[in-house]
């Protein structure tokens, strides 16, 4: 069976709203059609999934196409679970054409990107006459649940990485139990196996790929362009499934940030934003300054740095930080840190942050500060005592750089 081409924009609007009504439409959470990398040596293995669009609690009415044409080739679409994920035929494409005939001839920039994909793979890629073809997967996520398939675990990293879900907002669960570890030979996943099993031969005919690391995420530069005006001088400082807000500079050296993690406006990052860390706008991560993740000393919970706060060099910090916050330079603040505050100081520190709940006691635990404004944290070059006090330097980025 295939679908007659739709005349004009009010006829598919009515297709949509028929279709959406029926027995079998559930509207995802998120869908796309990925190119898929298989495996050299496991063909069945999905190495990497390549999301030419994403969409992410929107487009509705391209969902319902997607769902209609599978069915009208013949596909049994299971919405009981929290993903649904299949090959894609010719039949499904030739359907999906014929639904978006009124858009067709105006899918081009940034207009109807599905019609666009759909375009593509009809152009470029001839896809057998009858049967699925093995480059293409449609992926459907119903539900934020534990991921399930390489591809949605990269359908996830891809919402995290464009900025359409939230950091640390999405359910990975899992998801390194999912990926494979791969050779990265720029953009091309390989199967170590494999590798292996033909060294002698690559190395023999002199061409044994390059490979820039080993890991199960690929870099954010390999699926993601980023604003025009952020930058990042070294692509292997940033993990697929990072957020960078743009405006946000990630220089060569100690940077990098891992997945899930990354800047919700304007930073400089010349430290490490470790997984789930997130760092407030005009705020500079100094040098080899490290922000520990869920899994390096915060007993799980994620850290959060404010806005318009400074990293010294080598500094660390695990506890969340709040606006305005300076911590020096070779100083670790984490939960446990014994911190030395005077009483003078100690007043002006209650005055700016007067939900605080504590009483002048000298010396506190780093957690009792945790998410305060506008402190300032020193080492006592002669005790060794960690000190802080109000902070009166005002944090600001150079715009003409972000």
Known sequence: MAFEKIKDSEAFAEFIEAYKSGGTYREPVGFGIARVDRGQKNSEKILQATYPTVNWCENYGSAAVFMA????????IDTSGSEFVTGISREFIDNAKALFAPYLEEAVGEAHKNVQVIKAIDNVIALEEEGETESFRLVFLFADAAPCSVESVYLKLYALSLGKAPLRGLNLDGAFGILENVAWSGNAPIELAWLRENEIMLKVDGVYPEITSVDK????????????????????????????????????GASYVNFNAGTTGPVMVEGRISSSAVVGSGSDVGGGASILGVLSGTDGNP????????????????????????VDAGVAILAGTKVVIDTEEFKKIK?????????????????????????????????????????????????ALH
């Open 217 to 252: 995420f690929p870099r954010y530069l390999q699926h993601v362009i980023p604003a025009d005006n952020t930058r990042i001088l070294d692509s292997s400082k940033v993990r697929m499934g990072a957020q960078l807000h743009p405006g946000t500079t990630v220089m060569p």
């Open 351 to 399: 005055e700016a942050n007067p939900d605080w709940d504590a009483q002048d006691t000298d010396v506190f635990k780093g957690a009792k500060l945790a998410g305060l404004n506008g402190i300032h944290f020193r080492q006592d070059s002669i005790s060794g005592e960690v000190k802080a006090f109000r902070s009166t330097r005002e944090v600001k980025l150079n715009e």
């Open 69 to 76: 044409s599978l069915e009208e080739s013949g596909v049994t």
């Open 303 to 326: 850290i959060t740095v404010g806005q318009n706060t400074l990293l010294g060099a080598n500094s660390v910090t695990g506890i969340p930080l709040g606006d305005g916050c300076i």
